[in-house]
């Protein structure tokens, strides 16, 4: 270590360029951190969980993609093939949507397993997506699960703080801290190469796990839906998360030590803030949010639509909204009997239903959408302290696999479902005789219907959602570069 | 001094120095504060699944009875009968297969509130119809997805995730730290044995917090669910036993890592791995091994099948109502969109989509007992898995009270479905009568249904490790050095 010292402040004395002390600090750092057996364990540890956390996960996206292309395209068949019927009778009959799953769920399977993957789109009716995979998982999936998002947020913030929390104690314990400082190196310098040695380290940790993901896009995603540029852009802004995460976690680490008296105290209050921002803390706010800002349940959802679907007509011709609309249509057309109207009516009072039914989907599907965003934002409110809470929600958006992004596909479903509905009215009004039961449609028009087609939204547009958690973890990062600044200049030599 | 006299002796003057020690007073703080807003959690989650079942029944009985009202009407004149059977509360076919669905619910047990299991992934109510299982297993509850991911704070993740680092932080100094204080030496000149000492010592640092968690436990239950736990004498018993289990081994682990006779920052450190390891590696492979073994079966197959065959049952429907209308011209009852027509051609679609939907999901059951087989016998490899299922079982919200609940669904669906689809069959309208002697279900807990077998299994399977770690520590303590 003396002849380190020395070694530092001959360059010092040469070059007298602070960027020169910084510069040496790393090397030494890095060669301090190459050999140590401790740290090269738990770096094979981590990059072999990140491998296994990645074939994993191609296993689980190649087999996801194959299930819903066979759907896709199953369902598409059995459409076509439905033979001749009533039109309305083929709306009911419906088409399903099936989710496809984002390429990036190979580095975040965000909340894929939480929600439905399948929403049937029949007439008159936004059905929720249906087929949890949870449900069918054992109970120890609750757990834990094994992806590379749960290796980056739990498991790498251990890695900067084993680095880190000897960095300053650790210098003062052995007695050379006492020895640079009289050297005439500025703390400051002192805590610039610690700090890019901890922060090379990290990255380049991380960019085995980012290539990884890269290639794995490269080989496996469906470039037809998902354009391949587009991911590159995600993963981008995903590392650049990632970085502002750890680089907090270095910082804290460094700070920590040079405020602490011995390595251990510095290391047992960075593992307990280790444990509170990764276990306690995100079980804590979903509870507080859940209490808080509770969701209707179910049953008051359904109840609440159907109240409201109570005003419009449906298929009852009795009901006053159904009189006053068919009032309205003969006036417009200046006849006294459906009969003599030149389109026929149901097709017409169909449209018009929907129309309504519409406007009620939309109302009550939105209302619970906000319901869920602002939970989602009072959870992740505390995250320039607890940096989980932002970069869960962070990590999920950016990969695909958040709320917004279920949003996004359940709401492009709907149109879709919209759209059978309005080809299929539209043929009912241009073709069928009013009272007439026996007009059927044929495989010309089931073909005419498109199957549907998703487009995944933009890099940018999940970005924008993510904004306010992206400047929340830059918040935490600057957070601890300052508490480590602050902490370094009292630093003490003894 | 014979053994039990050092032992107690021992326990006393660890005890006189513990108290003194601030770590002590702040975990036991820890203890209480997060055992309390568990249980008060946990408590909030069964209450709010219990509100909505009894609001589900509520709303099931306003339907019937508007149901009763609508056929009375139609019986006593004052109504003539709808012309849609959709809307006839006579059509055994339409008012079983969904006008008059029953609702079922998993009854909670006295300690549901200690573990919430998978109850959050389950609706709180599945209402069932004569239609085929899959149009009503799958509705799901409202739930905001991120928390399910994250999971809840009860009392089952305190126990599992905290309750070890409560025991883990006042022992894993607990030779590391005498020897660096230079005591280790002085024990050891005494007539004593070290080994003996250092046991008296462990039983006091892991037998408090373990006391008293299992005693803030009781002490909450007993404050929030009160009188029922009367009859939970039994799943308290075991509740208290699996602590005591799973709290000795991370205790004889810290004593097993201490006999390595390396310095208390080395100890720290390699338990700190011990229980990333237990709880968070292990699971998570064993659960990607167990998913990528036997994946989760694809829904959308069961979907397509279902579709398919009513596809074939519409086609097979249109060409038998083609050969009636050859053979009856002038029958006008059995019409393209008449009450009649539409009716047997809903039974015959229904029929094909029930024996194609219960084919693909008892073959999607099986595959999901055979993931689930493999995780529960890998589950060996983590006592944190063990105590975590054996919390949910002992709660009645684990994995062998579901599977009874849904076989019991199974059998009351079918029930359902003979007395609405015979009725349908034989074209018959239902009566007030009927509406009388609907079928009922009522979960039956079966003592059979294997809950305490699992749970014991589980405790033995955290017990070898146990005896593993207490005869390495013994070994270690034994030879263990002096100075450091």
């Known amino acids: 270590m003396n002849t380190v010292a020395a070694d530092i402040a001959v360059r010092v004395v040469t070059t007298s360029g602070r960027w020169r002390v910084a510069h040496a600090v790393a090397v030494k750092e890095l060669l301090d951190i190459y050999r140590d057996a401790r740290f090269r364990w738990l770096a094979a540890l981590t990059l072999l969980l990140m491998v296994c956390a990645l074939i994993f996960s191609v296993d689980q996206v190649q087999r996801t993609d194959r299930d819903r292309a066979a759907a896709a395209q199953g369902d598409r068949q059995i459409w076509t093939a439905q033979g001749a019927k009533d039109p309305h009778v083929a709306a009911h009959f419906g088409q399903y949507a099936f989710k496809p799953q984002s390429p990036l769920a190979l580095a975040d399977p965000g909340i894929d397993a939480y929600v439905g993957s399948a929403v049937w789109l029949e007439a008159h009716k936004q059905n929720e997506v249906q087929f949890r995979a949870a449900r069918d998982n054992p109970l120890s999936a609750r757990l834990s699960s094994l992806s590379l998002a749960f290796v980056l947020q739990a498991v790498m913030p251990l890695v900067a703080i084993m680095l880190g929390f000897a960095a300053f104690s650790g210098e003062r314990e052995r007695g050379t801290l006492r020895q640079l400082l009289s050297l005439g190196i500025r703390p400051m310098d002192l805590l610039a190469g610690k700090g890019l040695a901890v922060v090379g380290v990290l990255v380049a940790m991380l960019l085995p796990a980012f290539i990884g993901i890269l290639i794995s896009c490269f ?51 960075l593992l307990g803030f280790w444990l509170i921002n990764c276990f306690l803390v995100p079980r804590l706010m979903t509870d507080v949010v859940r209490n808080t800002l509770p ?3 179910a049953l008051e959802f359904r109840q609440a639509i159907a109240q409201d679907k109570k005003k419009t007509f449906g298929h009852d011709e009795s009901h006053p909204a159904f009189v006053a609309f068919r009032d309205r249509v003969l006036k417009q057309y200046g006849v006294t009997r459906v009969e003599d109207l030149p389109v026929n009516f149901r097709g017409l009072s169909l449209r018009e239903d929907d129309e309504n039914g519409n406007r009620i989907f939309d109302r009550h599907f939105g209302t619970l959408q906000e319901a869920y965003y602002r939970q989602d934002l009072w959870r992740a409110a505390p995250g320039f302290v607890f940096p989980l809470l932002a970069i869960q929600p962070y990590s999920m958006g950016l990969a695909g696999s958040d709320t917004r992004g279920q949003y996004h596909f359940t709401s492009a479903a709907e149109q879709h479902r919209r759209a059978i509905q309005a080809i299929v009215s539209d043929d009912l009004i241009r073709n069928g005789r009013y009272g007439d039961s026996t007009y059927v449609a044929g495989p010309d028009l089931w073909a005419r219907i498109s199957a549907f087609s998703y487009r995944p939204p933009q890099a940018w547009w999940a970005l924008s959602a993510q904004a306010v958690n992206l400047f929340v973890l830059l918040a935490w990062c600057l957070a601890a570069g300052l508490l480590a600044v602050y902490a370094v200049r009292r630093l003490r030599p003894v | ?67 009763r009202k609508g056929l009375a009407d139609i019986q006593a004149g004052r109504v003539a009968p709808p012309d849609a059977p959709f809307r006839d509360p006579r059509n055994a076919l339409f008012v079983g297969g969904g006008s008059a669905a029953a609702n079922v619910a998993l009854p909670a047990q006295p300690l549901a509130i200690t573990a919430i299991g998978q109850s959050d992934l389950y609706p709180a109510t599945l209402r069932v119809s004569a239609g085929s299982k899959d149009t009503f297993f799958f509705a799901d509850e409202i739930a905001n997805p991120a928390h399910l991911l994250s999971g809840s704070f009860d009392l089952a993740f305190v126990l599992v995730f905290i309750y070890p680092l409560w025991i883990l932080a006042l022992t894993y100094n607990l030779v590391s730290g005498e020897r660096e204080q230079g005591t280790l030496a002085l024990t050891a000149s005494c007539p004593v044995q070290v080994r003996t000492v250092m046991a008296g010592k462990l039983l006091v640092r892991a037998g408090i917090p373990m006391l008293v968690t299992v005693a803030a436990v009781f002490a909450g239950l007993a404050l929030i669910v009160g009188g ?41 450190l390699l338990l700190v791995a011990a229980w990333i390891g237990v709880l968070l590696i292990v699971p998570s492979l064993v659960n990607a091994w167990s998913e990528a073994r036997y994946p989760s079966p694809s829904r959308a197959e069961m979907v397509l099948a279902v579709r ?91 994995r062998s009270r579901y599977r009874a609940f849904f076989a019991q669904v199974d059998r009351f669906h079918q029930e359902w479905r003979e007395f609405f689809i015979s009725r349908a069959q034989a074209e018959q309208m239902l009566t007030a009568g009927d509406y009388s002697h609907f079928p009922q279900f009522s979960f039956a807990d079966n003592p059979g249904t294997g809950i305490l077998s699992r749970v014991a299994s589980a405790l033995i399977g955290i017990g070898v490790p146990f005896l593993l770690l207490a005869a390495m520590a013994a070994r270690g303590l034994r030879r263990c050095r002096v100075v450091g």
């Open chain 1, 219 to 269: 080989m496996f995603a469906d470039s037809s839906m998902f354009s391949l540029g587009d991911q590159v852009a995600r993963l981008v802004w995903l590392a650049l998360g990632y970085v502002l995460y750890l680089g907090g976690f270095a910082a804290l680490a460094l700070a920590v030590s040079a405020l602490s008296r011995t390595s251990r105290m510095a290391l047992v209050g």
């Open chain 1, 295 to 297: 969701l209707p349940t």
């Open chain 2, 1 to 67: 001094m014979t053994n039990m006299n050092v032992l107690v002796a021992a326990m006393r003057c660890e005890w006189r120095i513990l108290r003194l020690d601030p770590a002590l007073w702040l975990v036991l703080a820890m203890i209480l504060g997060m055992v309390a807003y568990a249980l008060y959690n946990g408590e909030t989650l069964v209450a709010r699944q219990a509100a909505a079942v009894a609001a589900a029944n509520t709303e099931e009985q306003e339907r019937l009875a508007k149901l």
């Open chain 2, 228 to 268: 029922t736990l009367v009859s939970a004498v039994q799943p308290l018993a075991v509740l208290s036993w699996a602590m005591i289990v799973y709290g000795a081994f991370w205790a004889v682990l810290a004593a097993a890592v201490n006999g390595l006779g390396r310095d208390s920052a080395y100890n720290a």
């Open chain 2, 308 to 398: 398919a065959a009513s596809v074939d049952a519409d086609r097979e429907r249109n060409a038998a109502l083609a050969r009636y209308q050859d053979e009856h011209p002038q029958e006008t009852e059995l019409q393209r969109g008449s009450y009649r027509e539409r009716t047997l051609r809903r039974l015959a679609v229904q029929l094909a989509a029930t024996a194609h939907s219960e084919e693909i999901m008892a073959a999607h059951e099986a595959q999901i007992q055979r993931q689930h087989a493999l995780a529960e016998r890998l589950a060996y490899a983590s006592p944190a898995l063990l105590m975590h299922d054996a919390l949910a079982e002992i709660a009645g919200t684990g």
